[in-house]
Nanobody, 125 residues
């Protein structure tokens, strides 16, 4: 499945952005979805994941309480609402998907077989 992430941009510290992810040719309703990010010179890191029906979610400690992952299976969309952004949130953000049993969530990048192209988020201080 080909994923397309969008919504990145330049924002001041304390601001908000909402990232979106969709699939071009398949429904995402049976896929576990995740968001990862990679800052310059750093490894890709887990940000958030959500199960099929949205009943289970998990976040990296660094974004808990500030970011919210959600999905609208009817619209074939997954979102990452990012509030109270910090300069250290600056990175390329990637959405990822993998088909798993209902209720599963995935926090490791190696568990995902489908990736989007990434969208750049820059937070200025």
């Amino acid at each position: 499945v080909q994923l397309q992430a969008s919504g990145g941009g330049l924002v001041q510290a304390g601001g908000s952005l909402r990232l979106s992810c969709t699939a071009s040719e398949r429904t995402l309703s049976t896929y576990v979805m995740g968001w990862f990010r990679q800052a310059p010179g750093k490894e890709r890191e887990f940000v958030a994941t959500i199960s099929w029906a949205g009943t289970r979610r998990e976040y990296a400690d660094s974004v808990k309480g500030r970011f919210t992952i959600s999905r609208d299976n009817a619209k074939n969309m997954v979102y990452l609402q990012m509030n109270s952004l910090k300069p250290e949130d600056t990175a390329v953000y990637y959405c990822a998907a993998d088909r798993r049993v209902s209720g599963a969530i995935l926090t490791s990048s190696w568990e995902y077989r489908n990736w989007g192209q990434g969208t750049l988020v820059t937070v200025s201080s």
